[in-house]
């Protein structure tokens, strides 16, 4: 099967990943927003609207390039324009030397705009607990830094009409700390205080603030979670940025099987109109993100349909962008991949191309890895629900003894299609692993691997592909293999997808792999990534 043979259902399959049926840019349309509006690991949302734009960061921590910026004329389709940084280097570990950064780096980012410019903040959880500060002119562009300044624990940037700069952070006390105009660092002498101290009701987790300044008033979103009862959505609110600030629940709510909804920001559109943007735990996919009607009453902007829940739908004016997606298949070609694609950790530039065999990526094996987890240059996407699946035909005649290559659903605990080379053959093994990290150097203390399959393999063109089911209840995915691009053949077991609170603290994502557990061995070149959302079973 050539790419020439394919090119019609390439583009059909392309239309169908786009979120919300989006296929082209178009002039304004009212129609039905579904929630989830992004049913794909997005945690941590901030949006801010800047004339008829919305724009939105998120969190995707150890992997690079970080902290993608999204575009969306409507709060529903949303585009990928491009990210902050490439890669990080505060310590060796965002190499995967001397230890991981899973879980941490790049998380919960606020995004402001000011006088022509975008700002935001990140405070990665990681040695050396300063937070990163950067500008842009253009949110697409490169951005700058601004500065290293304190570390702000899911933190707030707020630009005061008087020009003077906070940033509002914290997990349980939500404290309040005054910067300099310029962001360079904090105002010596300025506030520094806790404004807001959750009261007897909230007895568990409270943090993720997301402020704004409406009608002359300081509203707070923070998250709560009470002991023993549904995670929530809470609000501050007062007339001095320090308080005395007073609170109300305005959302809490079931949704699509699953017990909560809850983190997110308040934007609103050209209309008027208010909306919440809030991401929900989803299981093995990760956190979703829903769109919420707003109302204010009374003062307070009260989220979800008139009875105070997420609503399955809303009709709202659509403008559809013919980018809009959340996973995105790729050909490779023109010599330059896909802009959703993240590695795990920084990847080794010199043992990956795009040039080498125009129109395939050539992940070539890097050495001293013994497992998916300690692998550099691993390339990534998100999965998505309700189901979706994914094939990549690979070339691994380049292989050499030692090299372990293939397709992964990767997370702390993963599900393998791991390809070695036994003299002139190859084997194709069906794997679980799980992996332990500990230490404060966050290193892999352990890995137990279980082959579940094994078979034998002639030719050196193979095709891979995992099948992702996130309806409620299942998070499954299972495997096949195939010797021509037509036959397929499942192989190893159904695997129960989950997702990883204590190691990498994300949804489940494919992945494709090529590592060596002596020196640099070999290569593979990948031939296509071709992708499909489907509906799941019920």
């Known amino acids: 099967m050539n790419k020439k043979q394919t090119g019609l259902s390439l583009m059909l399959a392309a239309s169908m990943l786009l979120t919300s049926g989006c296929v082209s840019s178009q002039a304004p349309q009212t129609g039905i927003a579904q929630n989830p509006i992004i049913w794909a690991d997005v945690p941590d949302p901030d949006v801010i609207r800047v004339g008829d734009d919305f724009y939105m960061v998120s969190t995707t921590m150890h992997l690079m390039p970080g902290c993608p910026l999204m575009h969306s004329k409507d709060l529903v389709d949303w585009e990928t324009i491009g990210y902050v940084f490439e890669r990080l280097s505060d310590t060796p570990r965002y190499d995967l030397e001397g230890g991981t950064v899973y879980g941490k780096g790049q998380w919960a980012t606020s995004l402001r705009y000011r006088d022509g410019r975008f700002y935001l903040l990140f405070s990665p959880n990681d040695q050396p607990y300063k937070s990163y500060i950067y500008t842009a002119t253009d949110p697409a562009g490169d951005w700058e830094l ?132 809030i991401f929900q735990d989803r299981g093995g996919v990760g956190r979703i993100l829903t769109l919420n009607p707003a109302e204010w009453r009374d003062g307070w902007p009260m989220l979800g349909d008139a009875g105070g829940k997420v609503p399955a739908s809303i009709e709202k004016k659509r403008h559809p962008l013919e980018n809009a997606g959340a996973v995105m298949s790729d050909e490779f070609s023109g010599g330059k991949k896909n802009i959703l694609w993240e590695w795990n950790h920084n990847p080794v530039d010199s043992m990956w191309s795009l040039t080498e065999r125009p129109g395939w990526l050539r992940l070539k094996a890097v050495g001293g890895a013994d497992n998916i987890f300690t692998a550099r240059n691993t390339i990534t996407q998100r999965m998505e629900g309700p189901a979706c699946h994914a094939a990549v035909r690979m070339d691994i005649s380049g292989m050499k003894a030692g090299d372990c290559a293939g397709f992964a659903a990767l997370n702390g605990d993963s599900g393998l299609l791991a390809i070695s080379r036994k003299g002139d053959s190859y084997e194709l093994t069906a794997r679980t692993a799980s992996v332990e990290i500990g230490g404060p150097d966050h290193a892999v203390t352990g890995v137990t691997s279980q082959d579940i399959e094994t078979v034998a393999i002639a030719t050196s063109d193979i095709w891979l592909r995992i099948d992702a089911d996130f309806m409620p209840g299942r998070d499954i995915a299972t495997f096949s293999y195939s010797t021509d691009g037509t036959e397929w053949h499942p192989i190893g077991e159904p695997f129960r997808m989950v997702f990883d609170y204590r190691r990498f603290f994300m949804g489940t994502r494919f992945a494709i792999f090529n590592y060596s557990s002596g020196r640099n061995g070999g290569y593979v070149d990948i031939d296509y990534f071709r992708y499909n959302k489907t509906e799941g079973k019920s």
């Not at 806790?194 to 568990?204: F, L, N, R, W």
Request: net charge negative; hydrophobic share 35%; charged share 25%.
């Open 146 to 277: 601004v500065s290293r300044s304190d570390h702000f624990h899911d933190a707030s940037l707020l630009f005061d009409d008087d020009g003077r700069a906070y940033v509002f952070y914290g997990g349980g006390d939500i404290r309040l700390r005054e910067l300099k105009p310029d962001l360079s660092g904090v105002m010596p002498g300025g506030i520094d205080r806790v404004v807001i101290h959750p009261d007897s009701a909230e007895t568990g987790l409270h943090e993720g603030s997301r402020v704004i300044k409406h009608n002359g008033k300081y509203y707070a979103f923070v998250i709560s979670w009470p002991a023993g009862k549904p995670r929530r959505q809470l609000c501050y609110r007062a007339d001095s940025i320090t308080g005395p600030y007073e609170k109300a629940v305005v959302l809490e709510s079931e949704f699509g099987g699953f017990p909560y909804v809850g983190q997110g920001c308040l934007v609103d559109d050209p209309d008027g109109n208010w909306w919440g943007v």
